[in-house]
């Protein structure tokens, strides 16, 4: 099975994410996580550092190479839940090509949901795994459960930063839900409330989708 989440920054997609990969037992793969693995490798459309170095936006067509490159790996080929791709309809259309997603999740929250979870967001700087303070709290505050490394908060959660993220959400997030649609793979999931809720929507639409492929 193939799932990705779409969905404003600080709407949970990364939890969910991991909970639906434990569920199914398939890899999580993270955009960012991949573009920092593969940094410095050399592709036709140069390597990704130099984009990241300068703050500069990494181009679609990079990381969907890099995307290709990881889909040939043995570890995906049971399945993958993408998080933080596809982004925009370029990279929708080009996995939609080659990999089909067989659901995607659209969390919904409103506004001022996201501004209030990404103010409480906490990150482990060094294993990358991000917290809640009321949603997913760190069972020690202010240490991440996977390393014992000091949480620190998201640097670029500023609030004007905040509000060109949502502004930018919002468009992308508009077309990319156009093409899903079209697709006739999304499925909305109402993200205002805590994790729990949302997953236990989640998790009904998956296994909707196991009994029917059992059955056909
Ligand atoms: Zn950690």
């Known amino acids: 099975m193939r799932i990705a989440f779409i969905g404003p920054p600080g709407a949970g997609k990364t939890t969910q994410a991991e909970k639906t990969s434990d569920l199914l ?10 573009l920092r693995d593969h940094k410095h490798e050399q592709t036709r459309y140069g390597t990704p550092a130099e984009y990241m170095e300068t703050g500069r936006l990494v181009p679609d067509e990079l990381i969907n190479h890099i995307v290709d490159q990881q889909l040939q790996e043995p570890t995906y080929s049971r399945g993958v839940v993408f998080d933080g791709y596809p982004r925009t309809v370029n990279q929708a259309e080009h996995l939609h090509d080659r990999h089909p997603l067989d659901v995607v999740f659209l969390l919904e929250v409103q506004d001022h949901h996201i501004i209030d979870r990404i103010n409480e967001r906490l990150i482990c700087p060094n294993c990358q795994k991000s917290y809640h303070l009321n949603y997913n709290p760190p069972k020690v505050y202010g240490v991440c459960d996977s390393c014992g490394t000091e949480l620190t908060r998201r640097e670029d959660d500023t609030q004007a930063i905040l509000e060109e993220k949502i502004q930018t959400y919002r468009e992308q997030t508009k077309a990319l839900m156009e093409v899903y649609q079209a697709y006739g793979i999304l ?8 994790i729990e809720t949302t997953w236990h929507q989640i998790k009904k639409v998956i296994q909707q989708m196991q009994d029917s492929q059992q059955q056909g």
């Open 187 to 194: 499925q909305r999931i109402q993200a205002d409330s805590d």
């Open 25 to 34: 037992d398939v890899p999580v793969l993270t955009t960012g996580n991949i």
